[in-house]
């Protein structure tokens, strides 16, 4: 049994391998390596969010006013309300905590709308329209704000400590607090964890002000902020159990004007876009600042792909660039302003927005499931929270008890092929409930039957042996090592064969083949018949019932009547299959040796003894029934077993019409006679 390997889930979380962004574009990260075009239904100038499941499955995205299935089709109630695409982090998408197919989506508002949508949330269920999923009916749901409701374009999530939970990050206008929301499994909380430090967003600042990242480091200790104006960019700590941001860093004045923020994936430095220019701090080594020219292009996004490294948004061109090693220090972190070309659409100034890391997901690994009455196992690498039970259901009720498992690795075994859905719970206090499923093929044992367990075979004849119709890539093994599908039987013995599948499955199966005896054929002698009016009737000796008979011409009959001379044969086959054949030659008799037949055409019934009656001559007339027919077809006399006694009695004269039947034979003569009185 091959159990795939667990996957260790660092940064290359399978929920971030696919993006939608700018106009018509996308990439995705097969298994989290390089990227390659996956181009989208989207357009959109700045914010944007795409999300994929556990598995890497892309499951939808969104711009801040539209979200698209893994179609490209446009869901349902898939139009939001309360946003605008120019909002730098306008959108993201974020799985439900205890919840496999619910994502929420949350927007804010761009300047260019006063900023007066404030903090909205909606739900995308994925158990919605088969699998492709839809926006829940009541979408775009306002949050709560403190003060004056209006938050600045900043949007992200940032992982709680207890690896489950998110906190949902924005900073108010017209003031310097940061709002954090807990999101959970009992969903969002409507009131913020409120931290007041740092500088003042607003108008005072100059508009842009308003724009900017706001980014958490993947191990959720560090918070950046950037205000698109001299000297913007921020760097706090954070702390992921109490939602707070704690303590400012003493980070010197950096950019003319910083848009784009990014970690590395080892949290130790931070990047920041200015308008041409990529700053590297390193937050390891006193907050050392290198800084890396971008030529020509104007930087926007910053994001961290599934790779570890981090991709530069060029807005109005089809590059990305892309910054090869993101955790050295320097140049030596190899910048590549022309890293990625994309093939179709164009990048304008967003990147997805993505969580900082994601929490992980229920996951069932892997499973290579074996033949029938084989033991599957089955593992799940999440950690559980303190007190947590993992409990499985393996979709066989048949099973009884053994349909149910805990822990987090599990054995069963299937008597039958099929396709099973299992499931995995993950109960814990707090309360904590998460189920998720896979569906496994548990492949068919090849079925065949070599036919009765007992068959016969007739000596000088041979027996095929064969397992049917069987699906495509089975092969054979016969008892003797050969691997053709048939076998050829020529001597009683014991036949086995064993049928593999493609899937390795086996199935076996044996016959005893036993002699079996001829039937015994005996038609006689040759003989002679006399000719027009005589015949022979051909029967076999007594056979076993069961048996079956074929003449020379077909008949299936085990007698035959033959009237005509030539070479006349039978075959017979038994139950067992075996066949004898015997012949017989009937010739005409030599003249002479047949008997003198005269049948009269004139009676005279007058009493005179002279040819009152109608005899038959040279015939024995009792093996003869006969019907006497007027002219007009009406039967005016019948007698079986002839005995020559017909005098037309109570007839006028006239001309009758005879048919003798000759019960034995078969034989039958007609004519017609004269009455004359």
């Keep these: 049994m091959l159990l795939l390997g667990i996957t260790t889930r660092a940064w290359a979380q399978p929920e971030a391998y696919n993006w939608k962004f700018g106009e018509q574009s996308g990439i995705r990260f097969p298994a989290g390596a390089g990227p390659v075009m996956s181009p989208g239904a989207m357009g959109t100038y700045e914010g944007c969010a795409s999300i994929s499941d556990a598995e890497g499955v892309l499951q939808c995205y969104a711009n801040t006013e539209t979200v698209w299935d893994r179609n490209g089709t446009i869901m349902p109630n898939g139009r939001l309300m309360g946003s605008h695409s120019s909002a730098t982090q306008g959108v993201l998408l974020v799985r439900g905590p205890g919840q496999a197919r619910w994502y929420y989506l949350f927007t804010v508002d761009a300047l260019e709308n006063n900023l007066s949508g404030g903090l909205r949330y909606s739900i995308v269920d994925m158990s919605l329209r088969g699998g492709l999923g839809d926006v829940q009916a009541t979408n775009s749901r306002p949050l709560p704000v403190p003060g004056n409701g209006l938050v600045a374009e900043k949007l992200t999530a940032i992982r709680h400590a207890n ?18 929301y807990l999101l959970n499994g009992q969903g969002i909380s409507t009131t913020p964890v409120v931290s007041a ?48 941001v704690v303590a400012m860093r003493n980070l010197p004045p950096v950019g003319a004007s910083p848009y784009g923020l990014e970690f590395s994936a080892d949290n130790s430095k931070l990047y920041i876009g200015d308008d041409r220019l990529i700053h590297q701090v390193d937050i390891t080594n006193n907050l050392f600042i290198s800084t890396l020219p971008i030529p020509s292009n104007r930087v926007y996004a910053l994001q ?52 900082n890391a994601f929490a992980p997901a229920l996951l069932i690994n892997p499973v290579a499931a074996g033949c029938p009455g084989s033991v599957v196992e089955f593992s799940t690498s999440t950690v559980p929270p303190a007190g947590g039970i993992f409990t499985w259901i393996f979709d066989d009720p048949a099973s009884g008890a053994a349909n149910n498992a805990t822990g987090p690795t599990a054995t069963h075994r299937y008597t039958k092929g099929g396709t099973y859905t299992i499931t995995l719970t993950l109960t814990a206090p707090g309360p904590i409930f998460e189920s998720t499923q896979r569906t496994i093929t548990v492949p068919d044992a090849p079925g065949f039957s070599l036919g009765p367990r007992q068959q016969l075979l007739c000596h000088g004849q041979t027996l095929t042996l064969s397992a049917g119709t069987v699906p495509a890539g089975t092969t054979f093994r016969w008892q003797d090592g050969s691997t053709s599908p048939t076998y050829i039987v020529r001597t009683p013995g014991r036949y086995s064969l064993q049928l593999t599948s493609l899937q390795g499955c086996t199935a076996h199966d044996s016959v005893e083949v036993l002699a079996a005896d001829a039937p015994v054929v005996r038609l006689g002698r040759d003989t002679t018949l006399c000719g027009g009016w005589q015949s022979v009737v051909l029967r076999a000796t007594a056979q076993p019932a069961g048996s079956t008979y074929q003449w020379q011409d077909g008949a299936t009959t085990a007698e035959y009547t033959a009237r005509q001379p030539g070479v006349y044969w039978l075959e017979v086959r038994n139950q067992a299959g075996c066949t004898t054949r015997d012949s017989v030659v009937i010739q005409n008799a030599a003249p002479g040796n047949c008997p003198t037949v005269t049948i009269p055409n004139i009676i005279t019934p007058n009493n005179d003894q002279r040819n009152d009656f109608f005899v038959l001559q040279g015939l024995t007339a009792s093996d003869w029934d006969i019907t006497i027919y007027s002219r007009w ?45």
């Design 633 to 677: 077809g009406q039967p005016v006399y019948e007698q079986t077993s002839y005995t020559n006694s017909w005098a037309a009695v109570g007839q006028p004269a006239g001309t009758y019409y005879y048919l003798l039947r000759n019960p034995a034979t078969h034989q039958q003569l007609r004519g017609w006679v004269e009455v004359i009185r």
């Design 163 to 180: 690896n489950r939970d998110y906190w949902i990050v924005v900073h108010g206008w017209n003031n310097n607090s940061f709002y954090a």
């Design 197 to 244: 430090i740092g500088s003042v967003h607003s108008m005072a600042g100059g508009p842009l002000s308003a724009l900017g990242y706001l980014r958490a480091s993947p191990n959720s200790r560090r918070l950046a902020s950037a205000q698109m104006r001299p000297g913007g960019v921020e760097l706090f700590d954070f702390n992921p159990t109490t939602g707070q």
């Design 304 to 355: 961290r792909g599934p790779d570890s490294r981090i991709y530069v948004a060029l807005a109005g061109t089809p590059l990305l660039g892309v910054i090869q090693q993101p955790n050295t220090a320097g140049p030596a972190c190899a910048l590549d302003a022309k890293g990625f070309t994309l093939s179709t659409g164009r990048v304008t100034g967003g990147l997805p927005n993505f969580p």
